[in-house]
Nanobody, 125 residues
Framework: EVQLVESGGGLVRAGGSLRLSCAVS????????VGWFRQAPGKEREGVSW????????YYFDSVKGRFTISSDDAKNVVYLQMNSLEPEDTAIYFC??????????????????WGQGTQVTVSS
């Protein structure tokens, strides 16, 4: 069973930084892509970033390009999201997500299948 556990959320002022972590279990980075989605109050969930991990490919949705960086530690089975230059509009619950991924056959970015429980990020103005 795939399990995703997020940590690292909190309250930060505009312009500040946070790093989120996602501990992955029950899935091999050989066969999965891992990413982040978010949901702001009153809004639908939206994609943030994906990492194919072993495929060496990352993807960023337009709203975070140039500010957020996704990375992974294969040895620890952890995926990180470094968030810089945070804006109040980044306030949301951030979810770690995963999907089976084969670069020869899968869409990129993939559609999330597995979801973590979420971690709150609040950016004050």
């Amino acid at each position: 069973e795939v399990q995703l556990v997020e940590s690292g959320g909190g309250l930060v002022r505009a312009g500040g930084s946070l790093r989120l972590s996602c501990a992955v279990s029950g899935a091999s980075f050989d066969d999965f892509a891992v990413g982040w989605f978010r949901q702001a109050p009153g809004k639908e969930r939206e994609g943030v970033s994906w990492d194919s991990v072993d495929g060496g490919t990352t993807y960023y949705f337009d709203s975070v390009k140039g500010r957020f960086t996704i990375s992974s530690d294969d040895a620890k089975n952890v995926v990180y999201l470094q968030m810089n230059s945070l804006e109040p509009e980044d306030t949301a619950i951030y979810f770690c997500v995963a999907a089976g991924y084969d670069p020869e056959y899968s869409d990129w970015p993939p559609h999330p299948i597995y979801w973590g429980q979420g971690t709150q990020v609040t950016v004050s103005s």
